[in-house]
């Protein structure tokens, strides 16, 4: 082992320069697989925590609404009472955990905190915000029974399940995270490629040497083992650099500026960063393994 060790140093010390660039390399695409890595948790853990959080509104015909949805147009007492009165129903409150109505005053309260310091604030009134009952359902997947069962009604405007608006959203996200692994995906092949060609150049170097090597009997992998643990050694180093970038992106800058910018949802934390750590050195050192043993396997055939 002391030979190996040995063989390793030195090809490490005749290739700096391309051994600085399998570390580059490879830091840079670990970085955006754990990057995406992050996004995917970070998806999954808001979307559990918005989805819990979703309701299903039914928003009352107001003197604005449209005539085609609201012919009759602002929504009598009798229509709120007939609405509470089903919400209560035998048929509806197995799926509900809990409702509630906001009239137009309310409503309008909630606007100038939502719109607070925008000029579109000044110019709406309390009567052309719909009144609206608010509903939480036990499990957010069942919104389609409120929307059916409300939906047509006279007195009700329309009828929206809060997750459309969430499935947008995470739609978009989910888009970011393909497109971000994508571009892991193309970085890991070049770090794959860039670490099979300098152990090519560097096998090549000592070519003389592994011939020596072989006609005194040894064997392919005793041979081999240098050539690998220098693309893993550098692979290994660029991975920790990677580990270190990602958990500094959840310190500094999830934890750091969007949890305080954005204090209304969860983001991932340092014990999700820490998971993704390990991985991202496994990965790097395979990687670099594999890529290392294919091409003194495959070109130099020793």
Known sequence: MKFVFKEVAEGISRNV???????????????FVGTASLLQMQIGQMKNYWYDRAQVAIYLCTDVSPDSACPQGEASGDVKTAIEEKLNSATLKPYIEKFYFENHDQAYETFQQQFEGNAVA??????????????????ANQGKIITESFTGVAGVEEVRDQRSYLDQIFSILNAASLAAIGVAGLMLISAALLISTTIRLSAFSRRRELGIMRLVGASNFYIQLPFILEGVVAATIGSVLAGGAVLAIVQFFVQGYLAQVLPFTSFV???????VVPVLIGAGILLAALASGLSIRRYLKI
Do not use: C, H, R
């Open 122 to 139: 000044k110019y709406v009134t309390k009567n052309q915000l719909n009144e609206t009952f608010w509903v939480k359902l036990n499990n």
């Open 17 to 31: 320069s391309m051994v600085v660039s399998i570390i580059l390399v490879t830091f840079i695409s670990l970085t």
């Open 269 to 275: 934390g340092l014990a999700d960063g820490l998971l």
